[in-house]
């Protein structure tokens, strides 16, 4: 990301995650996996960016888990499940029980992963 994202408004930053995150799907139906990494790179800047801005910033994302896109919803809850815990939980479960690839199944590997205590979100 090119972009020196501290310059950004928090709005600014929340609209680039999703357009990421819309763009994350369309790398993950085309098999184009070169620039999935970068994407996921990008997003995580972003994420770190609004932790270093404190609690209210990270909530800030939570606007996208009522986004029409399920992947933006998806990308949003895994984030978020530190900070608003209950909504992003049920957000993942919802993707997961919709069962449309691919976003669902990472929905509920991400679900696997919370009960096992392999993922523990932070």
Request: net charge neutral; hydrophobic share 45%; aromatic share 4%.
């Amino acid at each position: 990301m090119k972009a020196d994202l501290r310059q950004l408004s928090e709005a600014d930053l929340i609209e680039r995650f999703r357009a990421l995150a819309l763009q994350k799907s369309k790398f993950l139906l085309d098999s184009n996996t070169r620039p999935l990494r970068r994407n996921y790179d990008d997003m995580e800047a972003i994420d770190q960016q609004l932790r270093r801005r404190g609690p209210e910033a990270r909530r800030a994302l939570a606007a996208l888990l009522d986004d029409e896109d399920m992947r933006v919803r998806y990308e949003a809850a895994r984030r978020l499940l530190a900070v608003v815990p209950e909504r992003a939980l049920t957000t993942v479960q919802a993707i997961a029980n919709r069962h449309l690839m691919p976003v669902s199944g990472e929905a509920g590997m991400t679900l696997d992963a919370l009960e096992t205590g392999i993922f523990k979100p932070d």
